[in-house]
């Protein structure tokens, strides 16, 4: 087993009087390399927070996000306004949401969009997210891995090639 922290983002809603009159979200450092996502229960319920951790806990288990600023008191600084990615929360009716979803990633090389049932996000939150987003992907406190980005194999490292199937893929 590593002695690497595991980076993880927990997403839960404030307990009375933790957040700050008039906010809907905080976002805090937590040691090893955690962060946690603090929503005002007012403005969405647990479930999206729960969907939330697992879209977030995939990406950055699996490398398509870096965190570049935990415990180094980054985001406490002012905003740069670098604008170096775009990350956003979008609210769509429940009925463009597939079965049991409630946040559906889209994403591309620069920018991430999560459509979110609007049941469960209210437009202040929504408002508050996006800020907070574009502060962390905008000035790089988060960094996209996107696979364009990634170097391509050298040739003295070639991608093995792929057996043919035994059977054929189709009958004609």
């Not at 005002?40 to 570049?68: I, K």
């Not at 009925?95 to 991430?112: F, I, K, N, T």
Request: with cysteine.
């Amino acid at each position: 087993m590593s002695d690497t922290p595991r980076k993880e983002a927990l997403y839960r809603l404030a307990l009375p009087g933790e957040l700050p009159e008039g906010r809907t979200v905080d976002i805090r450092d937590q040691p090893g390399g955690r962060i946690e996502f603090i929503l005002h229960p007012d403005h969405t319920e647990q479930p999206l927070c729960d969907q939330f951790a697992r879209v977030t806990n995939h990406c950055v288990v699996h490398g398509l996000w870096r965190q570049r600023w935990t415990d180094d008191g980054r985001m406490k600084r002012p905003a740069q306004g670098l604008r170096l990615a775009l990350l956003r929360w979008e609210t769509v009716p429940a009925e463009m949401m597939p079965s049991g979803r409630l946040v559906v990633p889209v994403e591309d090389d620069g920018w991430c969009v999560h459509l979110i049932d609007e049941q469960y996000c209210t437009r202040q939150l929504q408002g508050d997210m996006n800020d907070l987003m574009l502060r962390i992907a905008g000035d790089g406190l988060w960094v996209q891995v996107w696979f364009r980005r990634r170097p391509l194999p050298s040739a003295a490292a070639p991608d093995p090639l792929l057996a043919p199937p035994v059977l054929p893929m189709a009958l004609t």
